[in-house]
């Protein structure tokens, strides 16, 4: 049974690297896509270098009318402007100090139409829009106890979708700043109130306090960020610090997206052998159906493994001429690595299996795979980051893509906590394929 196993493994191992085609495209993929990805993100590498995305053009427009409580006026829309545009009389000291002031190239205009039409010629990435009742609505009083919902509109250039995302993030922690600071002034006078209702012995002089205007507390830092005594820093469980590499999640991503593509290709032999006839022969000679199918998904396997380590060597050559350092994308955990590419190609190979067990031919066996690998891609985090749309995160975990490439990260953040990932990809190839056989075996007969 070994032996005729291996002779169909063979067999298409022999076809397939001795396509030329074939093998230009399986080398030069990853090398293409290598390339690209660190030129796109090159200046991430070094910790030294600096912001790959600087000077955002950005509008921000104050329509906010501020409120007066207690004689003092706050206007709590200055904020984002003090945040994001440059005082007339900074220095470049005062530039260069100041992230956000790298980050974007903001300027303060008075017209919110004039900041749209902006956007729509592409003069700005984003533009920042505070309405008026922004304080009123969010100023905790006794004539106003209760805050309420308010929104800063954030206009993006379609044009510049990575930008205007930025701008998004930055105003949405900006505004959560706020908002939290003044949940921390309303709850502290509430718990004020009820103390002095409950316990007279406080009540009095805090009423005689409020009254003569003596209780003067300062809220302050309860909208300062950075008068928080808690810090949080990115560490491996080493206590390494973290830095981004871009090529750990699209290298992850990638290398696991071109596996499903590769399996269903590799598989799709199977259809054409079928038509051929040549199929119909390996049946009524001495082999069984398992045999047949074995021999055809692990040369198929075999591809996969091939192409991804490929891949990685790729992309490891390439970030590592980028940053001028060996840079090992996954970690150093080479066990760890191999049992991830293993398990990626054989739940890629079993869903492969899979689908060809239900079309009659090659090109539906394509279509069909490459709808399935699309899917995989999209839902899995390949090209875009799931987590930001809380409706897809339920999805993601029904795909090969969102197990294999978060191994991958874990690994290369030094994690070796990846055996789930590894049981449930397992655990995907050996089902797809069982249902697979089951369907082809039968159709067979």
Same mark, same amino acid.
């Given at each position: ?232 820093? =990115?560490?491996?469980? *080493? !206590? ?8 750990? /999640?699209? &290298?992850?991503?990638?290398? +696991? @997206? ?101 079309? =009659?031919?090659?090109? *539906? !066996? ?8 699309? /899917?995989? &891609?999209?839902?899995?985090? +390949? @090209? ?62």
């Amino acid at each position: 049974m070994i032996a005729k196993i291996l002779n169909i493994v063979w067999k298409d191992l022999y076809v397939t690297y001795t396509d030329r085609n074939l093998l230009l495209i399986m080398i030069a993929t990853p090398l293409a896509l290598a390339t690209i990805i660190s030129a796109a993100f090159g200046n991430f590498f070094s910790p030294a270098a600096p912001a790959p995305v600087i000077n955002i053009p950005v509008a921000v427009v104050n329509l906010d009318q501020g409120v007066t409580l207690n004689g003092t006026y706050t206007n709590n829309g200055s904020i984002f402007v003090q945040a994001l545009v440059p005082p007339e009389d900074a220095d470049a000291d005062t530039l260069a100090n100041n992230a956000l002031f790298q980050l974007t190239d903001a300027v303060l205009l008075d017209s919110p139409e004039l900041a749209r039409s902006g956007v729509a010629s592409g003069e700005y990435a984003a533009a920042v829009i505070i309405p008026p009742d922004f304080s009123e609505k969010i100023t905790y009083s006794q004539e106003h106890p209760t805050l309420e919902p308010v929104s800063v509109e954030v206009i993006g250039s379609p044009a510049a979708p990575t930008s205007a995302g930025i701008v998004r993030s930055v105003i949405a922690s900006i505004s959560s700043s706020i908002v939290t600071g003044s949940v921390s002034v309303a709850a502290t006078i509430d718990a004020l109130v009820e103390r002095a209702t409950s316990d007279p012995s406080f009540g009095i002089p805090f009423g005689l306090a409020s009254a003569s205007g003596a209780f003067q507390p300062d809220f302050s830092s309860a909208f300062d960020s950075g008068a928080n005594p808690i810090t949080v820093e =990115r560490q491996t469980v *080493t !206590g390494e610090q973290q830095t981004f590499n871009p090529l750990v /999640f699209f &290298g992850a991503g990638q290398a +696991v @997206f071109f596996m499903l593509f590769t399996a269903m290709g590799g598989t799709a032999s199977i259809l054409e052998e079928r038509r051929d006839w040549t199929l119909q022969r390996m049946v009524i000679s001495p082999t069984s159906r398992l045999e047949i199918l074995l021999g055809k998904l692990l040369g198929t396997f075999v591809t996969c493994l091939v192409q991804v380590l490929f891949l990685f060597l790729a992309l490891t050559l390439v970030g590592s001429l980028m940053s001028g350092e060996l840079t090992l994308i996954w970690g150093s955990n080479v066990i760890g690595i191999l049992a991830t590419v293993i398990a990626v190609a054989l739940a890629a190979t079993g869903l492969s299996a899979f689908v060809i067990a239900f079309v =009659r031919s090659a090109e *539906t !066996g394509n279509t069909i795979g490459g709808i399935a690998a699309m /899917f995989m &891609g999209i839902f899995g985090g +390949v @090209f875009f980051d799931v987590t930001q749309v809380p409706a897809l995160v339920p999805l993601s975990r029904l795909t090969i893509t969102y197990w294999g490439t978060n191994a991958f990260t874990q690994l290369a953040a030094n994690q070796s906590d990846i055996a789930l990932n590894l049981l449930v990809l397992a655990g995907m190839g050996i089902i797809l394929f069982s249902a697979g056989f089951a369907v082809f075996s039968r159709r067979l007969q």
